[in-house]
């Protein structure tokens, strides 16, 4: 069974037209993380939470934001799309200062690829 | 600074042949390190990390201090274990996130 589902799988958008992509997690884990990955490139980190705490990336552009509401839940909001934001995005999760051995392991979502026209 | 840095881009191996994937990083201190893997259509899942000291689908990595690497080795590829493979580290803290190195798709040819 997934434990962090990302949704929409596909997001279609215009060129500037805001666009949100949401993930859950029912793992129960303090830490939600946001990467961009573009086409054969690695993940690059975006911004993180630790619990109620943001910490967002230095390079990350202003255009990407997020909120996290509850522990389950996590969204990207892109402001203004470019073309330059279409990407393979993808939320990941972890445990934090929970456990020990395994607080580092993160678990990812399959990803929702943004489309921007 | 801290960098993942994984020099093959594509790996191509016969089935039965032994697999070594390269990563050497960047860091001051200890990190933690990982690799991970996208088979195709399927998510990014952990693989193995070097505290575990574990062997996963035959996949073996030891952490060498000394020359910074931490190479993921096979020694009879499969090609079930054709994949893109991402080394990555993070700081030994609870919340830190993971820097991937590039990549490296291997392909293993029947």
């Known amino acids: 069974d997934a434990m962090v589902i990302q949704n929409p799988r596909y997001q279609v958008t215009q060129f500037g037209k805001p666009v949100t992509l949401s993930c859950s997690q029912t793992l129960n884990h303090n830490v939600m993380y946001w990467y961009q990955q573009k086409s054969s490139q690695a993940p690059k980190l975006l911004f993180h939470y630790y619990d109620k705490d943001f910490n967002n990336e230095a390079d990350t552009p202003d255009n990407f934001q997020s909120r996290r509401p509850n522990t389950s839940f996590c969204f990207l909001d892109i402001r203004s799309p470019g073309l330059g934001d279409a990407a393979m995005y993808l939320c990941?999760?972890?445990?934090?200062?929970?456990?020990?051995?395994?607080?580092?392991?993160?678990?990812f979502g399959a990803g929702t690829r943004l489309s921007v026209l | 600074a801290q960098r993942v840095t994984q020099p093959e881009k594509l790996l191509s191996v016969f089935k039965g042949a032994p697999v070594e994937l390269k990563c050497n990083y960047s860091y001051s201190g200890s990190p933690e390190l990982f690799w991970y893997v996208q088979y195709s259509r399927q998510r990014l899942q952990l693989l193995l990390r070097h505290i575990s000291r574990e062997s996963i689908k035959g996949f073996t990595a030891d952490l060498n201090k000394g020359e910074t690497s931490f190479h993921l080795k096979k020694p009879f590829a499969q090609e079930e274990d054709s994949a893109m493979y991402y080394c990555?580290?993070?700081?030994?803290?609870?919340?830190?996130?993971?820097?991937f190195g590039k990549g490296t798709r291997l392909s293993v040819i029947a």
């Open positions: 990941a999760t972890s445990r934090g200062r929970q456990g020990r051995s395994s607080k580092n392991i993160q678990y």
């Open positions: 990555a580290l993070s700081r030994p803290s609870g919340n830190t996130p993971l820097v």
